[in-house]
């Protein structure tokens, strides 16, 4: 692949709800600009962007990839991103990648809650962004409704760059609203045609609008379009272009990816009205002087980039896909990992074609490239030069919160699970690892269930390795409500010295649920000798980490040794360790135990309307309202109070009740304690599970 300055260089990506056509019209593209010789199909499993293994398998996409076009002398790096919410950290890395936008709306399904979304990262990044109808060719499809709906949503903004031409039901051609001309399609041709009668109303109408737009860019303009002056097709383009990059238009045009009807326009359009990376603006901190660095895509300036997305592959191996924000980067060049603090040599220097590697000798800024196996870079990380260490902002992901507990299938298997998890939350950073050591569990969070469920059937076909998902254990805690007094005494003898240890104690609640427990003596009179205290604290120590009523950890216990006796040869450290282990049973059984369950502070966001479903279902699930916040775009954040064993779940439920509109987030405050019956319940499931198979926990 030729190199591309930087004002050639279009960065695009391809955004919408899952099955919208984002995966064909990127075939359209490979197609069109000679990449592919035959346009692939997402169910026949050969599209270029979807080619891992599970993609292929479940007809949809799981992770972003980048197609380099070369169009016309300028290169568009087009990035394919799934659509489906559980792999919403693939298409955010990619939106910090792009530099310009195509939401993609399935014209006979018209908008989606996926068009919001990717209509919100849009706006997030802000974006210039262009809206696709595909689907065109089918029946029922409808652009005329899809503008409608997008500009009941979104205002004026939308600006309708094409208009289509149908007969007899099929789509034929389409009125170009800027020309004010119609094409048909003959074959593979398209030619000029007549615009028909029933789209000349329509024209006028949104040729007027673009007008205005165009003449809202300057008072020169405003004062000619007054003047009733009109513009030249190249002043329209020009003011359209300064329209489009500042977001204060958004056109519209559409097609069929199949039959690839409108792609050459939009590939046209892309080139035409899209910024380049010098029209954007970028800037880092130079880490040496402290000092704000405007990289801005700038050839001239020192040489940076970021890593903005990482491909773990056991095929292909490990490159990290890098975006260069200023200077030229070229084959061996040395650069520092900002974050790292390692310098190394890069080598080679390549541009992904999906998975298909291809050297180039340069990369200039504001291009997409990859490097291969960097060693320890990550997403996120800053390249540069260690003259001047540029670091960048990270990448903004998404927060996974639905968990599941994970057990290998085969004990032999935990290390080589433990590397190929490390290689996929590198890759993926919305999937995370964590070691419960408490509950003796170990913890898989991902973005929801069919996330993790991709997760397991990978590491079986790429890493041959097989996990089971299971529910996680709920973090309950035991502790006490009352006081008790005990005394216990261990005697053993048998034959030469024996064991004794008496111990008398108290034990009350000690208000602080932080520590397990607190332990003082009040021993008058040498009952129990001095060097016996520290067995009787090691006693305790034990006995908190497995309580006696369902063998979960113990917390805010407060207990006092005040008494006891000791024999001068028959009494040790083991046997008062002993003594204090039965007597904290004992008296922790009398003294009222509770078992206390995790809660945590939850925010739903959802639109209005869901809000009285939405509150109905956390009151069943033990939650208490707290209260409701109204956002922009009339939605509500509910605020809840609810144990954490009631999210199980959550995820799945809430799309369902939402129709995937509603997004949560929740974080651990505080512990409580359990309702009677959730009490009992637990308790007999412990104690069964801990009869059956002691060596469980």
């Not at 490990?318 to 200077?327: A, E, F, P, Q, R």
């Not at 922009?632 to 799309?655: F, M």
Request: proline fraction near 4%; include cysteine.
């Amino acid at each position: 692949m030729k190199v591309y300055t930087t004002d050639k260089i279009r960065n695009v990506v391809l955004l919408g709800h899952g099955g919208s056509g984002k995966t064909s019209l990127a075939e359209a593209f490979a197609y069109l600009s000679g990449i592919t010789s035959r346009m692939g199909k997402v169910p026949d499993g050969n599209t270029l962007s979807d080619y891992g293994k599970e993609e292929q398998k479940r007809k949809f996409s799981i992770s972003a990839s980048v197609i380099p076009i070369e169009w016309e002398g300028y290169k568009i790096n087009l990035i394919d991103t799934p659509g489906y919410f559980d792999f919403v950290g693939e298409a955010e890395e990619a939106v910090s990648a792009a530099g310009a936008a195509i939401i993609v709306v399935n014209g006979k399904s018209g908008i989606e809650v996926g068009t919001q979304k990717a209509w919100e990262l849009c706006e997030k990044y802000k974006l210039p962004r262009f809206i696709y109808v595909s689907n065109m060719d089918v029946d029922n499809a409808s652009f005329r409704q899809v503008v409608e709906d997008m500009t009941n949503l979104y205002g004026k903004r939308m600006a309708p760059f094409n208009l289509p031409i149908r007969e007899d039901e099929k789509f034929v051609g389409y009125v170009n609203v800027v020309s004010e001309t119609g094409h048909r399609w003959q074959g593979k041709e398209v030619v000029d045609a007549e615009i028909p009668e029933y789209n000349k109303a329509n024209l006028e109408m949104c040729r007027d609008t673009l007008m205005e737009a165009v003449a809202e860019t300057s008072e020169e303009m405003m004062e000619r379009y007054f003047g009733g002056e009109t513009f030249s097709d190249a002043e329209i383009r020009a003011a359209l272009r300064t329209n489009i990059c500042d977001c204060s238009i958004v056109p519209m045009t559409m097609g069929s990816n199949v039959l690839c009807q409108g792609v050459y326009t939009l590939l046209d359009d892309i080139v035409k009205y899209m910024p380049s990376p010098e029209n954007r603006k970028l800037a880092g901190i130079n880490t040496k002087t402290n000092e704000i660095y405007n990289a801005d895509y700038d050839f001239s300036k020192a040489k940076s980039a970021v890593i903005w997305k990482t491909i773990v592959d056991p095929f292909i191996g490990k490159y990290s896909l890098i975006k260069v924000n200023s200077g030229v980067l070229k084959t061996d060049d040395l650069l520092y990992n900002v974050d790292t603090e390692v310098e190394e040599k890069i080598g080679k220097l390549y541009v992904l074609q999906a998975n298909k590697p291809m050297e180039v000798p340069e990369l200039h800024a504001g291009d997409i490239g990859a490097l291969a196996k960097l060693s320890d870079a990550k997403t996120g990380n800053s390249l540069a030069t260690k003259a001047a260490p540029i670091k960048y902002g990270k990448v903004e992901v998404s927060t996974p919160y639905t968990c599941m507990r994970y057990k290998p299938k085969n004990k032999g298997d935990v290390d080589k699970i433990s590397q190929a998890l490390q290689k996929m939350t590198n890759e993926d950073l919305t999937l995370k690892v964590v070691n419960d050591s408490e509950n003796r569990q170990t913890l898989l969070y991902g973005m929801g269930d069919q996330h993790l469920d991709i997760v397991v059937s990978r590491l079986l076909n790429e890493y041959k390795v097989d996990v089971e998902l299971d529910k996680p254990k709920v973090a309950y805690k035991e502790t006490i409500r009352k006081q008790s007094d005990v005394e216990y005494k261990y005697r053993k003898q048998s034959g030469g010295h024996g064991q004794y240890g008496h111990v008398k104690m108290r034990f009350s609640p000690s208000e602080n649920l932080e520590e397990a427990y607190e332990f003082s003596q009040e021993v008058v009179g040498g009952t129990v000798p001095k060097n016996y205290y520290p067995a009787v604290d090691k006693g305790l120590q034990e006995s908190v980490l497995k309580g006696p009523m369902a063998a979960y950890p113990v917390v805010g216990v407060k207990a006092v040794l005040y008494d006891g006796s000791y024999h001068p040869v028959d009494s040790s450290e083991q046997a008062f360790k002993m003594a204090t282990i039965q007597a904290f049973k004992k008296g922790f059984m009398e003294a009222h135990p509770v078992l206390l369950e995790p809660i945590a502070s939850l925010k739903v966001t959802v639109p209005d309307a869901y809000t009285g479903d939405v509150m109905g279902d956390l009151n069943k699930r033990r939650g208490r309202v707290l209260g409701m916040n109204p956002m922009a775009g009339g939605k509500q954040v509910i605020e809840a109070e609810i144990p954490q064993s009631s999210l199980h779940g959550y995820c799945t439920d809430l799309r369902s009740m939402t129709g995937g509109r509603g997004e949560y987030c929740y974080e651990f405050i505080h512990y409580e304690q359990a309702p009677s019956d959730v009490q009992e319940k637990e308790i007999a499931a412990r104690a069964a599970k801990v009869a059956e198979n002691s060596s469980e926990d």
